[in-house]
């Protein structure tokens, strides 16, 4: 059974920094690409980010490249997103995946989310 358990969500000023993590159970990230998206209050659910495997680099969308950064630790079945600079427009749940970018966001295969609020 595939489950993806996220943290580290919480409420951050504008131009903080929080990281979260996604641990894995059920299976093995290593053999599988990985994806961040996430979903704002009335908003439908957007891309972040995706960590391929077997050496294959992230890639960001345009709105967090330079700010957010995605490592994996295929040992310890986990995947992080280090987010650093933030806004106010950073304020969404967030979720990971098991995915690479194209089905990101309509994947079955992703956790409960963890939320993050960015607010003064």
């Known amino acids: 059974q595939v489950q993806l358990v996220e943290s580290g969500g919480g409420l951050v000023q504008p131009g903080g920094s929080v990281r979260l993590s996604c641990t894995a159970s059920?299976?093995?990230?290593?053999?599988?690409?990985m994806s961040w998206v996430r979903q704002a209050p009335g908003k439908e659910l957007e891309w972040v980010s995706t960590i391929g495997f077997a050496g294959g680099g992230p890639e960001y969308a345009e709105f967090v490249k330079g700010r957010f950064s995605t490592s994996r630790d295929d040992g310890q079945n986990t995947v992080w997103l280090q987010m650093n600079s933030l806004k106010p427009d950073d304020t969404a749940m967030y979720y990971c995946?098991?995915?690479?970018?194209?089905?990101?966001?309509?994947?079955?295969?992703r956790g409960q989310g963890t939320q993050v609020t960015v607010s003064s």
């Open positions: 059920g299976f093995t990230i290593g053999n599988y690409e």
């Open positions: 995946a098991r995915s690479g970018r194209t089905f990101a966001t309509a994947t079955p295969n």
